[in-house]
Protein backbone atom coordinates (compact mmCIF):
# COMPACT_ATOMS: atom_id res chain seq x y z
CA UNK A 1 0.00 0.00 0.00
CA UNK A 2 1.18 3.45 -1.21
CA UNK A 3 -0.68 5.37 1.27
CA UNK A 4 -1.95 4.69 5.03
CA UNK A 5 -5.12 6.32 6.17
CA UNK A 6 -4.38 8.70 9.86
CA UNK A 7 -7.56 9.30 11.47
CA UNK A 8 -6.21 12.09 13.90
CA UNK A 9 -8.66 13.95 16.42
CA UNK A 10 -11.60 13.74 13.61
CA UNK A 11 -10.08 14.38 10.50
CA UNK A 12 -8.44 12.01 7.96
CA UNK A 13 -5.31 12.62 6.09
CA UNK A 14 -3.03 10.20 3.80
CA UNK A 15 0.66 9.36 4.23
CA UNK A 16 2.78 7.62 1.91
CA UNK A 17 4.32 4.76 3.54
CA UNK A 18 5.72 2.97 0.24
CA UNK A 19 7.47 -0.60 0.94
CA UNK A 20 6.49 0.11 4.88
CA UNK A 21 9.85 2.86 4.58
CA UNK A 22 8.34 5.72 6.17
CA UNK A 23 8.17 4.71 9.86
CA UNK A 24 6.95 8.00 11.84
CA UNK A 25 4.20 8.04 9.13
CA UNK A 26 3.14 4.09 10.76
CA UNK A 27 3.57 5.24 13.85
CA UNK A 28 1.31 8.57 13.35
CA UNK A 29 -1.05 6.18 12.11
CA UNK A 30 -0.67 3.63 14.85
CA UNK A 31 -1.50 6.77 17.46
CA UNK A 32 2.20 5.94 19.08
CA UNK A 33 4.39 8.57 17.72
CA UNK A 34 6.00 10.62 20.24
CA UNK A 35 3.19 11.62 22.75
CA UNK A 36 2.13 14.18 23.59
CA UNK A 37 3.63 16.02 20.50
CA UNK A 38 1.31 15.44 17.91
CA UNK A 39 -1.82 16.31 19.98
CA UNK A 40 -0.58 18.91 21.86
CA UNK A 41 0.99 21.11 19.00
CA UNK A 42 -2.45 20.72 16.86
CA UNK A 43 -3.90 22.15 19.77
CA UNK A 44 -1.56 25.28 20.06
CA UNK A 45 -2.28 25.79 16.66
CA UNK A 46 -6.14 25.90 16.79
CA UNK A 47 -5.96 27.91 19.50
CA UNK A 48 -3.30 30.57 17.98
CA UNK A 49 -3.64 33.36 15.13
CA UNK A 50 -1.22 32.72 12.51
CA UNK A 51 -0.08 30.41 9.84
CA UNK A 52 2.80 27.07 10.87
CA UNK A 53 5.69 26.55 9.75
CA UNK A 54 7.43 23.21 10.12
CA UNK A 55 11.19 23.36 10.09
CA UNK A 56 13.00 19.90 9.18
CA UNK A 57 9.26 19.02 7.51
CA UNK A 58 11.17 15.57 6.57
CA UNK A 59 8.32 14.08 4.51
CA UNK A 60 5.21 16.19 6.13
CA UNK A 61 3.40 14.29 8.51
CA UNK A 62 3.39 17.63 10.52
CA UNK A 63 2.82 19.83 7.45
CA UNK A 64 -0.47 17.04 6.25
CA UNK A 65 -1.32 17.01 9.85
CA UNK A 66 -1.44 20.98 10.14
CA UNK A 67 -3.68 21.25 7.16
CA UNK A 68 -6.12 18.61 7.95
CA UNK A 69 -6.70 20.04 11.24
CA UNK A 70 -6.42 23.86 10.51
CA UNK A 71 -7.90 24.10 7.28
CA UNK A 72 -7.95 27.92 7.56
CA UNK A 73 -4.10 28.13 7.73
CA UNK A 74 -1.30 28.71 5.30
CA UNK A 75 1.54 26.63 5.85
CA UNK A 76 5.63 26.71 5.13
CA UNK A 77 7.52 23.63 5.25
CA UNK A 78 11.49 23.66 5.13
CA UNK A 79 12.85 20.30 3.79
CA UNK A 80 16.47 20.50 1.82
CA UNK A 81 17.15 16.70 1.54
CA UNK A 82 16.14 16.05 -1.91
CA UNK A 83 14.62 12.14 -1.99
CA UNK A 84 12.79 13.17 1.56
CA UNK A 85 11.25 16.50 -0.68
CA UNK A 86 10.35 14.09 -3.00
CA UNK A 87 7.77 12.08 -0.68
CA UNK A 88 7.09 15.61 1.45
CA UNK A 89 5.92 16.69 -2.26
CA UNK A 90 4.05 14.42 -2.81
CA UNK A 91 2.03 14.06 0.47
CA UNK A 92 1.06 17.01 0.15
CA UNK A 93 -0.41 16.54 -3.36
CA UNK A 94 -2.39 13.58 -2.10
CA UNK A 95 -4.22 15.52 0.89
CA UNK A 96 -5.22 18.45 -1.40
CA UNK A 97 -2.65 20.93 -0.12
CA UNK A 98 -1.02 22.36 -2.92
CA UNK A 99 -2.57 26.29 -2.73
CA UNK A 100 -2.03 26.02 0.98
CA UNK A 101 1.47 24.95 1.61
CA UNK A 102 4.85 26.96 0.60
CA UNK A 103 7.75 24.13 -0.08
CA UNK A 104 10.95 25.77 0.56
CA UNK A 105 13.85 23.06 -0.45
CA UNK A 106 16.41 24.60 2.11
CA UNK A 107 18.14 24.18 5.71
CA UNK A 108 17.38 26.91 7.73
CA UNK A 109 20.25 27.66 10.27
CA UNK A 110 21.72 31.28 11.68
CA UNK A 111 23.88 32.19 8.14
CA UNK A 112 23.10 32.22 5.10
CA UNK A 113 25.44 30.17 2.28
CA UNK A 114 25.64 26.61 1.43
CA UNK A 115 26.45 23.68 4.36
CA UNK A 116 27.07 20.31 4.50
CA UNK A 117 24.58 17.63 5.36
CA UNK A 118 25.72 14.44 7.32
CA UNK A 119 23.85 11.44 6.55
CA UNK A 120 24.08 8.55 9.06
CA UNK A 121 23.99 4.66 7.50
CA UNK A 122 21.05 3.97 5.06
CA UNK A 123 21.30 0.47 5.91
CA UNK A 124 17.75 0.47 8.41
CA UNK A 125 15.88 0.70 5.19
CA UNK A 126 13.81 3.42 5.99
CA UNK A 127 13.14 7.15 5.36
CA UNK A 128 16.19 9.07 6.34
CA UNK A 129 14.92 11.36 9.57
CA UNK A 130 18.38 12.19 11.24
CA UNK A 131 19.98 14.05 8.69
CA UNK A 132 21.78 17.19 10.63
CA UNK A 133 24.28 20.01 9.74
CA UNK A 134 26.30 18.97 13.20
CA UNK A 135 28.94 16.59 12.13
CA UNK A 136 29.24 15.45 15.76
CA UNK A 137 25.25 14.98 16.05
CA UNK A 138 26.19 11.22 14.68
CA UNK A 139 28.64 8.96 12.65
CA UNK A 140 28.30 10.24 9.26
CA UNK A 141 28.13 7.49 6.53
CA UNK A 142 27.86 10.40 3.41
CA UNK A 143 27.40 14.40 3.32
CA UNK A 144 26.08 16.29 0.44
CA UNK A 145 26.13 20.27 0.27
CA UNK A 146 22.41 22.17 0.86
CA UNK A 147 21.61 25.48 1.07
CA UNK A 148 20.90 26.90 4.15
CA UNK A 149 19.19 30.36 4.96
CA UNK A 150 17.94 32.38 8.10
CA UNK A 151 14.27 32.30 8.71
CA UNK A 152 14.58 35.94 9.33
CA UNK A 153 16.21 36.47 5.71
CA UNK A 154 13.07 34.27 4.09
CA UNK A 155 10.55 37.35 4.49
CA UNK A 156 7.83 36.08 5.62
CA UNK A 157 5.06 38.75 6.05
CA UNK A 158 2.01 36.55 7.55
CA UNK A 159 2.01 36.49 11.00
CA UNK A 160 3.27 32.79 12.86
CA UNK A 161 1.11 30.94 15.47
CA UNK A 162 3.37 27.99 16.21
CA UNK A 163 6.74 26.72 14.68
CA UNK A 164 8.01 22.91 14.96
CA UNK A 165 11.34 22.53 14.73
CA UNK A 166 13.25 18.66 14.48
CA UNK A 167 16.86 19.42 12.85
CA UNK A 168 18.62 16.66 14.94
CA UNK A 169 20.76 19.01 17.62
CA UNK A 170 20.84 22.42 14.86
CA UNK A 171 17.74 24.02 16.53
CA UNK A 172 20.12 26.39 18.79
CA UNK A 173 21.31 27.91 15.23
CA UNK A 174 18.11 27.98 13.96
CA UNK A 175 16.68 30.15 16.94
CA UNK A 176 19.54 32.43 16.54
CA UNK A 177 18.98 33.03 12.81
CA UNK A 178 14.65 33.59 13.58
CA UNK A 179 15.41 36.10 16.33
CA UNK A 180 14.11 38.63 14.88
CA UNK A 181 10.77 36.56 13.50
CA UNK A 182 10.27 35.56 17.15
CA UNK A 183 10.45 38.63 18.94
CA UNK A 184 7.73 40.11 16.02
CA UNK A 185 5.56 37.16 15.96
CA UNK A 186 6.14 35.22 19.63
CA UNK A 187 4.91 31.88 18.21
CA UNK A 188 4.86 28.61 20.58
CA UNK A 189 7.97 26.97 19.16
CA UNK A 190 7.71 23.00 19.47
CA UNK A 191 11.97 21.86 19.37
CA UNK A 192 13.27 18.46 19.83
CA UNK A 193 16.17 18.38 22.40
CA UNK A 194 17.89 15.53 22.36
CA UNK A 195 20.78 14.26 23.77
CA UNK A 196 23.71 16.44 21.84
CA UNK A 197 21.86 19.38 21.37
CA UNK A 198 23.74 22.49 22.51
CA UNK A 199 20.93 22.84 25.36
CA UNK A 200 23.19 25.98 26.91
CA UNK A 201 22.41 27.62 23.69
CA UNK A 202 19.15 27.16 23.66
CA UNK A 203 18.59 28.12 26.95
CA UNK A 204 20.39 31.40 26.77
CA UNK A 205 18.67 32.12 23.86
CA UNK A 206 15.15 31.58 25.23
CA UNK A 207 16.38 34.06 28.49
CA UNK A 208 17.10 36.96 26.11
CA UNK A 209 13.31 37.22 24.26
CA UNK A 210 11.68 36.06 27.69
CA UNK A 211 10.85 32.64 26.47
CA UNK A 212 9.57 29.79 28.88
CA UNK A 213 10.62 26.06 28.19
CA UNK A 214 8.42 22.99 28.62
CA UNK A 215 9.98 19.50 28.15
CA UNK A 216 7.00 17.43 27.46
CA UNK A 217 6.33 13.85 28.73
CA UNK A 218 3.16 12.30 28.09
CA UNK A 219 1.26 12.97 30.71
CA UNK A 220 2.72 16.34 31.88
CA UNK A 221 4.71 19.58 31.08
CA UNK A 222 7.84 20.32 33.07
CA UNK A 223 9.18 24.01 33.44
CA UNK A 224 12.87 23.48 35.05
CA UNK A 225 14.67 26.83 34.57
CA UNK A 226 17.58 25.72 32.65
CA UNK A 227 16.80 23.15 29.28
CA UNK A 228 17.36 20.00 30.25
CA UNK A 229 17.69 16.83 28.40
CA UNK A 230 15.05 14.09 29.23
CA UNK A 231 15.34 10.33 27.44
CA UNK A 232 11.59 10.75 28.55
CA UNK A 233 10.80 14.02 26.69
CA UNK A 234 12.94 14.76 24.03
CA UNK A 235 10.34 17.18 22.42
CA UNK A 236 10.23 20.48 24.40
CA UNK A 237 7.55 23.53 24.36
CA UNK A 238 9.18 26.97 24.10
CA UNK A 239 6.49 29.11 24.86
CA UNK A 240 6.79 33.53 25.39
CA UNK A 241 6.00 34.55 28.71
CA UNK A 242 2.86 36.19 27.61
CA UNK A 243 1.13 33.58 26.01
CA UNK A 244 1.36 30.73 29.06
CA UNK A 245 -2.52 31.11 29.83
CA UNK A 246 -3.11 30.33 25.93
CA UNK A 247 -0.51 27.05 26.41
CA UNK A 248 -2.03 25.61 29.72
CA UNK A 249 -5.32 25.86 27.98
CA UNK A 250 -3.89 23.71 25.20
CA UNK A 251 -2.31 21.45 27.73
CA UNK A 252 -5.63 21.63 29.69
CA UNK A 253 -7.64 20.00 26.61
CA UNK A 254 -5.00 17.06 25.82
CA UNK A 255 -5.32 16.23 29.76
CA UNK A 256 -1.30 17.24 30.39
CA UNK A 257 -0.34 18.59 34.08
CA UNK A 258 1.98 21.38 33.64
CA UNK A 259 4.70 21.62 36.65
CA UNK A 260 7.56 23.81 37.68
CA UNK A 261 10.17 22.30 39.29
CA UNK A 262 11.72 23.83 42.41
CA UNK A 263 15.02 23.40 43.59
CA UNK A 264 15.55 23.75 47.25
CA UNK A 265 19.28 25.64 48.65
Avoid at 8 to 19: H, I, K, P, T, Y
Avoid at 156 to 169: A, F, L, P, R, S
Avoid at 215 to 236: E, K, Q, S, T, Y
Avoid at 237 to 247: G, K, S, T, W, Y
Amino acid sequence: MAFVEVSFAGRVFQLENRNDMDLVARQIAGGSYEPPLPMLMMAALVRAEGIFVDVGANTGVYTVMAGAIAPDRSIIAFEPLPPVVEILKRNILANGLAERVRLIEVALSERAGTATLHLPDPGHGLVETSASLEPDFQPAHSVCAVRVERLDDIGITDQIGVIKVDIEGHEHAFLRGARDTILRDRPIIFAEVVGPAKRAAIGAFLHSVDYMDFRLRPDMAIHDGAVMFDNAAWNHALVPRERLPDFKAACDSCNLTLLRRFQLT
